[in-house]
């Protein structure tokens, strides 16, 4: 979501380490990454996933309450005009960016520790590539989690490329949106695209009469 991605931008700009959660997870995965990247906060994005943070003892705000926050922002930033630009000055390439929580073959999701300069390395080459998959201008339907790396890297790309991102938090809705948003890129899973191409064979089919073996 657009909430989730400038919140994203916010923690990394004044050098705080974010540990992104998938929507889906359980109330005792939460509990688990929340312990182990030993949070102080957390963002939730309404009442059903706050439910899977009680008990948190750090901070808990919720997508709610993110226009008073800007609000309280805005006031720190009138009091202290140089505080922001002083923090994004102090961080440094090797400091930690986030923490990506990937599955293990056994136990429980291990936690990749990515550095500011790790990043922005991958979307840096990721541009400099002969045949790269984005150009400024380009409109990308992106439905991938933000919890996953590859979602992370298009998510900054964006930003460093000057690409604009049509966020669509939920998947089934993709075959509508496509025709709505009408991208010219539509980053995703193979599974997704082997369903596409049956649903257009099948209608072409239906369309056409034709039968196939």
């Known amino acids: 979501?657009?909430?989730?991605?400038?919140?994203?931008?916010?923690?990394?700009?004044?050098?705080?380490?974010?540990?992104?959660?998938?929507?889906?997870?359980?109330?005792r995965d939460v509990q688990y990454v929340l312990e182990h990247s030993e949070a102080v906060g957390v963002l939730v994005e309404d009442a059903e996933?706050?439910?899977?943070?009680?008990?948190?003892?750090?901070?808990?705000?919720?997508?709610?309450?993110?226009?008073?926050?800007?609000?309280?922002?805005?006031?720190?930033?009138?009091?202290?005009?140089?505080?922001?630009?002083e923090?994004?000055?102090?961080?440094?390439?090797?400091?930690?960016?986030?923490?990506?929580?990937?599955?293990?073959?056994?136990?429980?999701?291990?936690?990749?520790?990515?550095?500011?300069?790790?990043?922005?390395?991958?979307?840096?080459?990721?541009d400099e590539m002969e045949h790269r998959l984005t150009e400024p201008g380009?409109?990308?339907?992106?439905?991938?989690?933000?919890?996953h790396n590859y979602g992370r890297l298009l998510h900054l790309s964006a930003a460093y490329i000057g690409f604009t991102i049509a966020f669509l938090p939920d998947p089934l809705r993709a075959a509508e949106e496509l025709r709505r948003v009408r991208p010219t890129l539509f980053p995703s899973v193979p599974r997704v695209y082997e369903k596409i191409h049956a649903a257009v064979v099948a209608e072409f089919d239906r369309q056409t009469g034709l039968k196939r073996r």
């Open 49 to 85: 996933q706050r439910g899977k943070v009680e008990g948190f003892t750090g901070h808990v705000l919720a997508f709610a309450d993110l226009d008073g926050l800007r609000e309280r922002g805005r006031g720190f930033a009138s009091a202290h005009p140089a505080a922001l630009d």
């Open 138 to 147: 380009d409109v990308m339907l992106l439905y991938l989690p933000l919890a």
């Open 87 to 126: 923090r994004a000055a102090s961080i440094d390439e090797d400091d930690l960016f986030t923490f990506i929580y990937t599955s293990g073959t056994t136990g429980p999701p291990k936690a990749c520790m990515i550095r500011h300069r790790n990043y922005y390395a991958m979307v840096q080459k990721g």
């Open 1 to 27: 979501s657009l909430e989730w991605s400038l919140f994203d931008f916010a923690l990394a700009l004044v050098g705080a380490v974010g540990a992104p959660i998938y929507s889906s997870s359980s109330a």
